[in-house]
T-cell receptor
């Protein structure tokens, strides 16, 4: 079935370093959403990308949607301790408007 | 708005007991989703409702699970009888309209119910 693969599973960075997580779908998506889940918390909606090749920024976060609408990335510049958590992508399946979730990338800041 | 409200926050129960999880979606949201999250399987969609009607329950693990939405402001997820493998965090989420198209609000999740079956 349709899947959204997200890598890496974990990323350890020093505070101030950059962080990137990637999502790849086996089929074309209608759109893709990104969520952040803090440790012990619940997923919180960050953004939605709809257009082919779309790029959106939220302060230090940059979100991209591929030209073929099959892949997406989230890049965080100069990570801070407040960025700690798991970042999920979720692609919208065209056939039934269900979100297909990636497995998440856990951002860990090294002490 | 207080957001999506779930209760209880934590539930510890013995195997074989009935468990009922509750959810109050955001007023005006016409979609309600029940998810389960575990380390092994990540986020799994169990069932979702549109205007109080169950649309897709293909994610419900087995007959021990049932969900209802008697009105626009309340939904329950029931497990009877519960088993240790049901231990997980159960999230309720609501959404305004279909996620695609012009909607830009995404899903709003509740704080979840951490269920432990011993």
């Amino acid at each position: 079935g349709q899947q959204v693969m997200q890598i890496p599973q974990y990323q350890h960075v020093q505070e101030g370093e950059d962080f990137t997580t990637y999502c790849n779908s086996s089929t074309t998506l209608s759109n893709i959403q990104w969520y952040k889940q803090r440790p012990g918390g619940h997923p919180v909606f960050l953004i939605q990308l709809v257009k082919s090749g779309e790029v959106k920024k939220q302060k230090r976060l940059t979100f991209q949607f591929g030209e073929a609408k099959k892949n997406s990335s989230l890049h965080i510049t100069a990570t801070q301790t407040t960025d700690v958590g798991t970042y999920f992508c979720a692609g919208l399946r065209r056939s039934n408007y269900q979100l297909i979730w990636g497995a998440g990338t856990k951002l860990i800041i090294k002490p | 708005d207080a957001g999506v409200i779930q209760s209880p926050r934590h539930e510890v129960t013995e195997m074989g007991q009935e468990v009922t999880l509750r959810c109050k979606p955001i007023s005006g949201h016409d979609y309600l989703f029940w998810y389960r999250q575990t380390m092994m399987r990540g986020l799994e969609l169990l069932i979702y409702f549109n205007n109080n009607v169950p649309i897709d329950d293909s994610g419900m693990p087995e007959d021990r699970f049932s969900a209802k939405m008697p009105n626009a402001s309340f939904s329950t997820l029931k497990i009877q009888p519960s088993e240790p493998r049901d231990s997980a965090v159960y999230f309720c989420a609501s959404s305004l309209g279909l996620v695609g198209g012009a909607s830009t609000y995404g899903y709003t999740f509740g704080s979840g119910t951490r269920l432990t079956v011993v």
